[in-house]
């Protein structure tokens, strides 16, 4: 296994990401930044992400897996899963669903292979979705527990992003390097990030070259990020992936930022929502970090549209997208390290 190479480190990487992240930044204080995102989670609200959690964990296999359309072995889905039992305060050993976090995260462990990938699967037709997902729940557990164990697993996995990052900047489907889309790239994004958050190295020069290739999918014309850079149209959940890619490597201050955020406030709510939950996942990030009014307009809705769908059942049905919806609910919580501002 490579860890070597990363190291913890106070170079670049503590200016673009820590400051970024775990100072409240600029010039607002703590106290006003986290005011201006400050969100009610009601009672009912909370009972149904309990309720929902509860109907998570108890289809839980025995190895930390689940039976889902998307494969039981999906560590991209397990990972979220996981991490949907987290949003309240469980970790591995503690907390209400202890045990089933620590089973998600031991699956997580034992699929890791020596070239530091993270999957289950070796028929897999988008690996490289599965072990960003892998790597952030990895992040956020490690950094919320600093257990040795995940740090060496966590280093390794970053070393992989690293490696397989193609020269222009994005990343794809597959762990080699390969012209990149924002779908794949933002997922990897994220990972880099909550490693960075964790206390894990990530080179100046990837961080450089993801800039330059998320900035590239900017539709300057719609006002949105488009699937891959040079072109195409702009799209709801391309543009929470973008927002959320920008924030994630420090550029908070970038002019785009307020475009995008527009854009996902023009097209989250009205009619036919391409890859709904998929693009409400990330907007919800984007916007809790961005605050303001348009997280505080923004999360009311959602909320609102979640809950009614898990009137009957308490669930959606589909365990990938009953994780996202806890995840989008639960950031009032502010538990998971990547809901710190």
């Known amino acids: 296994m490579k860890i070597e190479r990363l190291k913890i480190s106070a170079g670049l990487l503590l200016v673009v990401f820590a400051s970024a992240f775990l100072t409240c930044g600029s010039a607002r204080g703590e106290d006003a930044f986290l005011f201006d995102a400050y969100v009610k989670l009601d009672e009912s609200a909370e009972r149904a992400v309990k309720r929902a959690q509860k109907w998570i964990a108890e289809t839980q296999l025995p190895d930390g897996s ?7 072995n999906n560590t991209g889905v397990i990972a979220f899963a996981t991490m949907s039992l987290m949003v309240n305060g469980s970790v591995p050993g503690e907390g209400p669903y202890g045990k089933e976090v620590g089973r998600g995260l031991q699956f997580l462990l034992n699929a890791q292979k020596e070239s530091g990938l993270i999957v289950a699967s070796s028929d897999s ?3 490289m979705y599965q072990h960003a997902l892998a790597t952030i729940c990895l992040a956020e557990i490690y950094g ?6 995940i740090r060496t697993a966590l280093i390794n996995a970053v070393n992989l992003i690293v490696e397989v990052q193609h020269n222009e900047g994005g990343w794809r489907y597959q762990p080699h390097p390969s012209a990149g889309d924002i779908s794949a790239s933002v997922m990897q994004v994220m990972a880099l990030r909550a490693a960075a958050e964790s206390g894990i190295y990530v080179p100046d020069e990837t961080i450089k070259k993801a800039i330059g290739f998320i900035k590239a999918c900017y ?20 543009t929470g992936a973008g927002l959320v890619c ?3 490597l420090g550029l908070h201050s970038d002019p785009i930022i307020p475009n995008a955020v527009k854009y996902i406030m023009d097209n989250a709510f009205g009619g036919k929502v391409e890859w709904m939950w998929y693009g409400h996942y990330y907007s919800s990030v ?5 605050g303001g009014d348009p997280w505080k307009t923004y999360y ?3 909320k609102e549209i979640i809950l009614k769908g898990w009137e009957k059942t308490g669930h959606s049905h589909d365990l990938l997208e009953t994780s996202w919806q ?3 609910l639960g950031v009032p919580f502010r538990y998971l390290p990547i809901y710190q501002r």
Do not use: C, S
């Not at 919320?144 to 164990?149: D, L, S």
């Not at 990020?225 to 149209?233: H, N, P």
């Open 286 to 290: 984007g916007l809790y970090h961005y």
């Open 246 to 248: 920008l924030q994630g």
């Open 66 to 72: 689940w039976n889902t359309p998307h494969g039981r």
């Open 300 to 302: 009311p809705k959602v």
């Open 219 to 238: 539709n300057a014309k719609e006002k949105g990020f488009a699937y891959m850079k040079g072109g195409g149209a702009a799209g709801f959940a391309r």
């Open 125 to 127: 037709a988008a690996p």
């Open 326 to 328: 806890i995840l989008i």
């Open 144 to 149: 919320m527990t600093e257990n040795p164990r």
